[in-house]
């Protein structure tokens, strides 16, 4: 079964700063990858996906993310977040063929005005 | 993208009860997801709901214990049978999409006394 790494589960940082949240997933063989958020309140929401193609893939909100297949990983960044973009971040990874999603335990981003 | 709602939106029940929670999706749909995201934890998949057939359950959630009804492509039911304090959770339905996305309902938030 696959299984999903994050780390740093508290970022705080300053409007206008860099985010960059990692994840790492183990399952050797080919998988579909994917960023959800969760604003305060609200529901979870794809930020991003990834399942062939360009390893870098753009999402909403100025998010993107790099799928590094030698690393098994799949970075979020954004270049500039603002206070908006609060919220908790979760990676998430089935492999291809099966719609069962895996998890990453999330990362709480407190961005300060 | 699907439209989901789930009820209630949350609760507060007794040791021992059971509590059912529905989740109805605005379109049809092949696949959904029961799953529980406990404290501090990242979301964990119970079992699939499959349209009529008995669910397909992940180790460690027994029917028994999480009983799910599927009578049609847009609605489905969790029920938490004989709850515990451990059980206090919340606890998300999902719908499959195209390229194996999921969209995720608003999440019942259950306290078990």
């Known amino acids: 079964a696959q299984s999903v790494s994050q780390h740093n589960h508290h970022v705080i940082l300053s409007e206008a700063a860099s985010l960059e949240l990692g994840c790492n997933y183990s399952?050797?063989?080919?998988?579909?990858l994917f960023w959800y958020v969760q604003y305060p309140g609200q529901h979870l929401q794809l930020l991003l996906k990834y399942f062939s193609g360009d390893p870098l893939v753009k999402g909403i909100k100025g998010f993107e993310a790099e799928f590094i297949k030698s690393k098994f990983s799949f970075n979020l960044r954004k270049p500039s977040v603002q206070w908006s973009d609060t919220a908790e971040y979760f990676c998430a990874v089935n492999a291809r063929g099966n719609n069962r999603l895996a998890f990453g335990k999330g990362n709480q981003v407190v961005v300060i005005p | 993208s699907a439209v989901i709602s789930q009820k209630p939106s949350r609760d507060i029940c007794q040791r021992g009860t059971s509590l059912t929670i529905q989740c109805q999706v605005d379109s049809q749909v092949t696949m959904m997801f029961w799953y529980r995201q406990q404290p501090g934890q990242s979301l964990t998949l119970i079992a699939t709901?499959?349209?009529?057939?008995?669910?397909?359950?992940e180790s460690g959630f027994v029917i028994d214990k999480f009983p799910i009804s599927r009578p049609n492509l847009t609605f489905s039911t969790l029920t938490v049978s004989n709850m515990s304090p451990e059980d206090s959770s919340i606890y998300l339905c999902?719908?499959?999409?195209?390229?194996?996305?999921?969209?995720f309902g608003p999440g019942t938030r259950l306290t078990v006394t």
């Open positions: 709901a499959n349209q009529g057939s008995e669910a397909t359950y």
């Open positions: 999902s719908v499959g999409r195209q390229f194996y996305e999921q969209y």
């Open positions: 399952y050797g063989g080919t998988v579909n």
